[in-house]
Nanobody, 115 residues
Framework: QVQLVESGGGLVQAGGSLRLSCVAS????????MGWFRQEPGKEREFVARISWSRPIPTYADSVKGRFTISRDNAKNTVDLQMNSLKPEDTAVYYCYAFWISGYWGQGTQVTVSS
């Protein structure tokens, strides 16, 4: 059974930083594209960042480029999202996902940025 468990969310002031972490189990982690989406209440889930096993150069949404950094550790089955210079508009539930033929989602972790 595939499980993705996120951690690291919380409340932070604008300009601050948070680091999200996602631990995966039940899959061959090294072949999966790993990434993060986020969702605000009443809005669609939107892409934030991803990193594949074959292309080490990550991809980011324009809204987070230069502020967020995604990284993965295939030995630990983890994917992290370092979020710096946070803005109130970054407030959302952040979801970890894994994709290779099929896709899997974590349960989400809340990030709240106060102005």
């Amino acid at each position: 059974q595939v499980q993705l468990v996120e951690s690291g969310g919380g409340l932070v002031q604008a300009g601050g930083s948070l680091r999200l972490s996602c631990v995966a189990s039940g899959l061959t982690f090294s072949v999966y594209t790993m990434g993060w989406f986020r969702q605000e209440p009443g809005k669609e889930r939107e892409f934030v960042a991803r990193i594949s096993w074959s292309r080490p150069i990550p991809t980011y949404a324009d809204s987070v480029k230069g502020r967020f950094t995604i990284s993965r550790d295939n030995a630990k089955n983890t994917v992290d999202l370092q979020m710096n210079s946070l803005k109130p508009e970054d407030t959302a539930v952040y979801y970890c996902y894994a994709f290779w033929i099929s896709g899997y989602w974590g349960q989400g972790t809340q990030v709240t940025v106060s102005s």
